[in-house]
């Protein structure tokens, strides 16, 4: 075929079909760039300034949310072939940071290179039947009928909304140049797809809002907006066909057809994936597949073990979270977890394969017994490990990782000129603590070190890896402390003050708020957060029915009033 003898070409004649869209690729990362902007900036003020409605945020898609579009909408074996620009992580979340990022020029680079690859795989003859709804008059020439069927209903699911009749004529008109250029109406159709999956209106999370009906001056986000927004938030994914007619139809406008959206959507198995994104983006788990030891201090430690140890800890909490709806708080005590012969190996317990024909890495349920120092996700090695230094455990990082992921306190950063000398210096000092306690005595370092360290002090058992231990160069390890005036002798002791501590469940909250709308809450809307606290505590605080919550309420999806036409440009108002 004339496709298989033109690859270059087809590659060459992208720029014509983007022209041909009336987009650049230069103009594409600007053009984001200045949306997000201007939906940032946006918001409804009082007359004393405070804000009631916070700003609309536009999101970049996350690498996560990408793969998992591409999966759901042409099926999990087509391969990306590209890479992702850096995340941005903002008050303790990448889903803030990807409201506050555009595209430089390299990486609009990388995803032209992914929609080559996608588009050309989902146009290859493999997928004709499956992925094409129809098969045009000739495969040497243009067929706008067929060209307009398949990208109109790509582009619908795509876009999170359907395409406007600009967007049609423009996507069909290059697939018909690309056919007629190249004489393949399959390559004119992978050039187009291409050019849809470059685009701000894929890449970018958009909001488009209305008038609030019978609220004069109210705003809210319209259908299609919504239904992303709430898509993203409990399955980490676009909107699947049930929910898109939900919008069409003007269900989604409705608290009862919301909160029966909702209630379908947390049925789901899905809502599973919903529940893991949070978490790996609140526990900062993205850093794992980077996670780095000395091997020679920890032969163990391999990227298997650190793969397992981070669904170790999800699998957990799905369970615990999910299937048995369970306190929140338990996540910090329970014992009961999930383990391959990797992990079991590291935490030094038997693991018998009860799986017919099991291999080593296939995971079966345990349960740390009431004498073991384990129990909870902070003995996990997700945790300990993730925070600790290459070579050694630290109590400081440690600390630091409670206070700031698991009570939302911010921890200051060491100032520029500390000389690490004494923390270091395990010659005279035997224990962490000793270094420690000689460490903080420096003026500039007491303050920080005073909040941190008493609650890393007491996991100081486990070394940097999480291998249980009991003393530090012949040294026996003191693992007693206190955590704001709560005070305890070890590791069990910590676990039962961190599920006690009431900024635990604050947390979570804030947390969550954040996830759903892409931002931290401004003035007005603390009160609906301290409602959200109030409900969460009231339901034992099951995590699922405080996302059901947060996913019906009408505040998730307000909006401040447009101060120009790009808000109301970004998606038609439906």
């Known amino acids: 075929m004339v496709r298989n003898l033109t690859t270059k070409l087809m590659y060459s004649a992208t720029s014509l079909i983007i022209v041909a869209l009336g987009i650049g690729l230069a103009m594409i990362a600007l053009g984001v760039r200045t949306q997000v902007a201007s939906a940032e900036v946006n918001s409804k003020e009082t007359s004393d300034g405070a804000a009631e409605v916070g700003r609309a945020v536009v999101r970049r898609l996350t690498p996560d949310h990408y793969g998992n579009v591409i999966a759901d909408v042409f099926g999990p074996s087509i391969r990306l072939g590209g890479r992702f620009e850096p995340e941005f992580r903002v008050d303790g979340l990448y889903e803030i940071g990807s409201g506050r990022v555009g595209v430089s020029s390299d990486g609009m680079m990388q ?22 709804p129809c098969t045009p008059q000739s495969v040497s020439r243009s067929d706008g009928d067929c060209a307009r069927q398949f990208l109109t209903g790509v582009g619908r699911v795509l876009f999170r909304r359907p395409l406007t009749e600009t967007e049609q004529i423009r996507y069909v008109a290059a697939a018909n140049v690309g056919a007629q250029q190249l004489q393949d109406f399959y390559a004119g159709l992978s050039l187009s797809l291409g050019a849809m999956l470059t685009s701000p209106q894929f890449l970018f999370r958009q909001v488009a809002i209305e008038p609030a009906p019978n609220q004069p001056g109210e705003y809210r986000l319209v259908a299609y907006s919504k239904a992303s927004r709430l898509s993203f938030f409990l399955w980490n994914s676009l909107p699947d066909e049930v929910l898109l007619r939900a919008a069409e139809d003007g269900e989604l406008n409705t608290q009862e057809g919301l909160e029966r959206q ?67 708080r338990d996540i910090f005590t329970v014992r009961k977890t999930f383990l391959t012969q990797a992990l079991a190996s590291v935490y030094e317990v038997p693991l018998v394969n009860d799986v017919p024909n099991g291999s080593p890495d296939t995971w079966q349920p345990f349960e740390f017994s009431s004498d073991d120092s384990r129990g909870g996700i902070l003995t996990h090695i997700s945790f300990l490990g993730l925070h600790s230094h290459p070579g050694r455990s630290s109590p400081t990082l440690r600390g630091k990782a409670l206070r700031e992921i698991m009570f939302c306190q911010k921890v200051p950063a060491p100032p520029g000129d500390v000389d690490f000398t004494l923390a270091n210096d395990t010659t005279v000092y035997k224990t962490a603590r000793k270094r420690l306690v000689a460490h903080s005595s420096e003026p500039m370092c007491a303050g920080c070190h005073k909040i941190t360290d008493p609650m890393g002090l007491a996991l100081e058992k486990f070394d940097g890896i999480g291998v249980y231990r009991e003393t530090e160069n012949g040294v026996q390890i003191d693992t007693s402390g206190q955590v704001d005036g709560m005070a305890f002798e070890d590791a069990a002791g910590l676990r039962k003050a961190v599920h006690d501590h009431p900024a635990a469940t604050s947390c979570l909250v ?31 605080y099951v995590v699922p029915e405080l996302m059901r919550k947060i996913a019906t309420s009408p505040e998730l999806y307000r909006a401040p009033p447009p101060k120009n036409e790009i808000m109301k440009t970004m998606g038609p108002a439906t």
């Open 111 to 132: 995803y032209d290179i992914m929609a080559r690859n996608i588009a050309e795989q989902v146009t290859s003859e493999k997928y004709h039947g499956e992925m094409i």
């Open 262 to 328: 909702v209630s379908r959507m947390k049925a789901s198995p899905r809502f599973k994936d919903g529940v893991r994104a949070f978490f790996t983006d609140m526990f900062h788990f993205d850093a794992v597949p980077t996670l780095a030891k000395d091997l020679v201090l920890y032969p163990k430690f391999d990227s298997i073990v650190a793969a397992d140890a981070k669904e170790q800890t999800l699998k957990t909490l799905i369970q615990l979270l999910v299937d048995q709806r369970g306190d929140y």
């Open 510 to 540: 804030d947390r969550l708020f954040s996830y759903a709308l892409g931002r931290t809450p401004v003035k007005g809307e603390l009160s609906w957060v301290s409602r959200l606290k109030g409900t969460f505590k009231e339901s034992g």
